[in-house]
């Protein structure tokens, strides 16, 4: 999850466990946003930035999301949930959806096989000789880099250790992206600008109607990602 408060921090734990410094604490019960949770302690890997973080729990101790308030004035506060996808949360924009379907509903068959073959460890790889570039969350935080061997043009997003002249390529350089999670589920950026706040999306007229947007402060800084959630997902050639 994208640090509203803070743009170069990232929350990437983001498992519903309970951590291990609220463990054997009487939460007390707080609300945000309407929402009636359990508050732990503030956790104090995040006080370098200035903010004391508290994990928000449900009534069966398991993370639901966090707030994050100013050191210097606890009444400045921003709340992120744990949402309906990974996109989603990242973000903290409920736009992101699901489209329901997995990436081999869009490949052909045998491309298919050749994945299921290499136990879905090639899957990224293959993909680099094609158009398409897929994007899953981790991604997005931590770009990757193309391996590209001069002599025989193999290309990868590990090292080619047994070619000797590699040029590395950053990732980010296609304008076609398919949004996948881990399970190769695929995701659709959202379709018209929101508001930081997904319960007051702007009012449909004020909507432009151009291309699909998000708002620059919901991408994070670095370089290619700031158009990222611009692109429209392309659909494979069934061929
Ligand atoms: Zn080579």
Known sequence: MLSILRRDLVYRDISPDIVEHDNDIDADQWSYDNRDVYRGRF?????????????????????????????????????????????ATLYQNDGWKSKQKTLWSVIPHEAYADCLEDDFTTVFDRCLTSKYRLITPSMILDEPTIYECQKCKKQSLSPLPNCKVVNKKPYFTSTNYIF????????????RRQSVSS???????????????????ELPKESALQSL???EIPQLPQS
């Open 43 to 87: 956790d104090p890997q995040y006080t370098s930035y200035d903010l004391n973080v508290y994990w928000l729990y449900d009534d069966n101790l398991k993370r639901v999301g966090l707030a994050e308030h100013e050191v210097d004035d606890p009444a400045v506060f921003e709340v992120l949930w744990f949402r309906e996808n990974p996109f």
């Open 180 to 191: 996948i999670d881990e399970s190769f589920i695929m995701y659709e950026p959202p379709k």
């Open 199 to 217: 319960e007051h999306p702007l009012p449909e007229e004020e909507l432009p109607d151009s291309q699909p947007e998000l708002k620059d402060e």
């Open 229 to 231: 959630g611009q692109k």
